[in-house]
């Protein structure tokens, strides 16, 4: 069965520090990754996409990574904030046009 | 405007009640989804609607009923729930329901089914 895994459930780290978060996949041959961040309550906001001819992509502090051997990706958050203490899921999107499935997240926690 | 906007915030009704979540979004996107999330789960696809027709469903319970009446709104008729039904129900839209899409979601209406 396809499977989506995001290495932890919760990652605390000491603000300044570079955040990683991994995700992992089975049984999916995606053409691109997204991650997105959630706040408690709220709806996710997307982040960063990815394509699979992609090694690497960056937005201001956030870099993710993409390995399709390896059936991974990786989320940098460099010099991180206590705002961005967040949950941060990834997406793939399913065999059907339309179908983006979510990973169960990984919440993280910066504290000063 | 880059919003999508539901209504209401929150939601409780009883396992008789029948009601309705709405979402609207003025961005010009031809594909609509709605989304269920548990706490501390993944959202999981629901429905899809693609240029106002519906075109994914997930094998929802028909408790649930979509309605796309335009593209800019997208409503999810309730009746009948459970109280395992109880989540939070996001909307969310994209430019038209094709490869490589980001999602643009909702806050979400937090339902309580007693």
């Known amino acids: 069965s396809q499977k989506i895994e995001q290495n932890s459930e919760a990652l605390n780290i000491q603000e300044g520090k570079t955040a990683t978060l991994t995700c992992n996949y089975t049984n999916y041959s995606p053409a691109y990754l997204q991650w997105y961040r959630q706040d408690p309550g709220r709806g996710p906001v997307f982040l960063l996409l990815?394509?699979?001819?992609?090694k690497e992509k960056r937005k201001e502090r956030l870099k993710v990574t993409f390995d399709t051997t390896l059936k991974q990706s990786l989320f940098h958050i460099t010099a991180s904030q206590p705002a961005d203490s967040a949950t941060y899921l990834c997406a793939l999107e399913g065999s059907t046009l339309g179908r983006l499935y979510f990973g169960r997240g990984t919440q993280l926690t910066v504290w000063p | 405007d880059t919003e999508v906007t539901q209504t209401p915030k929150h939601l409780v009704m009883g396992m008789t009640n029948k009601k309705s979540l709405k979402c609207e979004q003025h961005m010009g996107h031809r594909a609509m989804y709605w989304y269920k999330q548990k706490a501390k789960k993944p959202p999981e696809l629901m429905f899809v609607y693609s240029y106002e027709k519906l075109s994914i469903n997930e094998s929802v319970p028909s408790r649930f009923s979509p309605e796309c009446p335009n593209s800019s709104l997208l409503n999810l008729h309730l009746h009948a729930l459970q109280p395992e039904d109880s989540a939070l129900y996001l909307c969310?839209?994209?430019?038209?329901?094709?490869?490589?899409?980001?999602?643009?979601f909702g806050s979400g209406t937090q339902l309580s089914v007693l």
């Open positions: 969310a839209s994209s430019q038209a329901g094709t490869l490589r899409e980001k999602l643009f």
């Open positions: 990815i394509r699979e001819n992609e």
